[in-house]
């Protein structure tokens, strides 16, 4: 739920957004910790972190990068190695295939409701709820324009640009009216403290 008493201020963002990639470019820390002022209303201390969401921004800035692990992990293909090299690929929801380009993917071949998604980013996906209603050029175009997207570099998550942008197809497991409910654990020291449920 958002946070009702944080109120966007409009002129800020207008007069920032134009300067956001050069400052990302020349002073990525600078360029979080303004990011973290706009969202929070708070200073970020990298220093000495004590709130949960400082400690997020310390592990993005400068521990995610360097561990093989977390980059394996984030990858939408790479996670599902990993979890079928532990025995546990019966939770992995069925994929027809994992594929370079779109011009890979055999359309004749995928069930009539799938989910496309880059392997390499947050949010770049399709759902398709009916496959003979998939308009082929335009959504060539969009995910042509995902696999060029350095999301990494875009989004300062450094550790996302290690990631091999690809191309992988699920098969869509929510109903015709809506999407399945996601449910995200979080763990702390090994051991899952909080449960987020999203509908």
């Known amino acids: ?42 200073r970020l201390h990298l220093d000495h972190p004590i709130r949960y969401t400082e400690k997020l921004q310390y592990l993005r800035l400068f521990v995610y990068p360097k561990d093989e692990q977390v980059i394996l992990c984030a990858g939408r293909a790479t996670v599902r190695q990993y979890l079928s090299s532990l025995g ?6 069925p994929s027809p295939g994992i594929y370079p380009n779109f011009d890979a993917i055999d359309f004749n071949k995928l069930p009539d409701r799938f989910v496309m998604k880059a392997t390499h980013a947050c949010a ?43 191309i992988l197809v699920e098969q869509y497991i929510g109903t015709p009216d809506s999407l399945p409910i996601e449910y995200k654990i979080h763990v702390f020291n090994g051991k899952a403290k909080y449960l987020y449920v999203v509908t």
């Open 124 to 166: 770049f996906n399709y759902i398709c709820l009916d496959a003979s209603s998939i308009h082929k050029p335009e959504l060539k175009k969009q995910f042509d324009h995902y696999l060029r997207t350095d999301y990494g570099k875009k989004f300062y998550e450094p550790h996302y640009s290690k990631i091999k942008p690809e």
């Open 1 to 42: 739920m958002a946070n009702s008493n944080l109120k966007q201020n409009r002129f800020l963002r207008a007069l920032l957004v134009p300067f956001r990639g050069i400052i990302k470019k020349i002073a990525p820390i600078t360029y979080v910790k303004l990011q973290y002022r706009y969202i929070t209303h708070h």
């Open 88 to 93: 546990l690929e019966k939770y992995l929801i």
